[in-house]
């Protein structure tokens, strides 16, 4: 199993501004993935974060908006930009290895005003 | 496409009775079919996994999950339930191809009464 530090936890932001959400794991892994929970619905594929390639985006969701990072096979960051109330949401990070389960951050809470 | 459903919102069982968890797939080749579990404000938890071999799957906190290609079903069972069992409960399968990418179902909650 792997162990993913995922920070912040929770955080209210001002709708226009950008938060960035950090996960760290702890061993090297191939895949990394982002999540969103909306309040009371399942979870959503955002984004694959490629490792020193840009990341593989699911429809509905575009760069510009959800910019990902992933200098080194365990670390990753997703950037939440020009946030408004419908950014509240639940992200989480995932990690796996080809063709075992996956794992998940605790989600980072984010309540924009 | 892959997909899983989750047809109940919502089930309600008695501490001590046997609870059981439906999801239903509709895939493409093999199915690679998961379960996890969401506590309140807390990231999800791997349960169980179906990959190949023996259709009953045991997992995690006593939990167990029957895989049936027949009825294209993978549901989730516990034979006595615990008050500490209630939480969401989410079916989920991989993505087509060579990749690990998840498609959950809506996520059932589940509620055990004392």
């Known amino acids: 199993s792997a162990v993913i530090s995922q920070k912040p936890s929770r955080d209210i932001c001002q709708r226009g501004t950008s938060l960035t959400i950090q996960c760290q794991v702890d061993?090297?892994?191939?895949?990394m993935f982002w999540y969103r929970q909306q309040p009371g619905q399942s979870l959503t594929l955002i984004a694959t974060a490629n490792q020193g390639s840009e990341a593989t985006y699911e429809s509905g969701f575009v760069i510009d908006k959800f910019p990902i990072s992933r200098p080194n096979l365990t670390f990753s960051t997703l950037t939440v930009s020009n946030m408004s109330p419908e950014d509240s949401s639940i992200y989480l990070c995932?990690?796996?290895?080809?063709?075992?389960?996956?794992?998940f951050g605790q989600g980072t809470r984010l309540t924009v005003v | 496409a892959q997909s899983v459903a989750q047809p109940e919102d919502q089930v309600n069982v008695a501490e001590g009775n046997p609870l059981t968890v439906k999801c239903t797939y509709s895939v493409s080749g093999n199915p690679y079919l998961f379960w996890y579990v969401q506590y309140p404000n807390r990231g999800l938890q791997f349960l169980l996994k179906y990959i190949t071999g023996d259709n009953l799957v045991k997992g995690s906190y006593g939990f167990e999950a029957e895989f049936n290609k027949s009825q294209t079903s993978f549901h989730l069972k516990k034979p006595s339930a615990l008050v500490s069992d209630s939480a969401l409960y989410f079916c989920?399968?991989?993505?087509?191809?060579?990749?690990?990418?998840?498609?959950f179902g809506t996520g059932t909650r589940l509620q055990v009464f004392p």
């Open positions: 061993s090297q892994v191939t895949m």
């Open positions: 995932s990690v796996s290895q080809l063709n075992t389960e996956a794992f």
């Open positions: 989920a399968v991989r993505d087509c191809g060579n990749t690990d990418k998840l498609i």
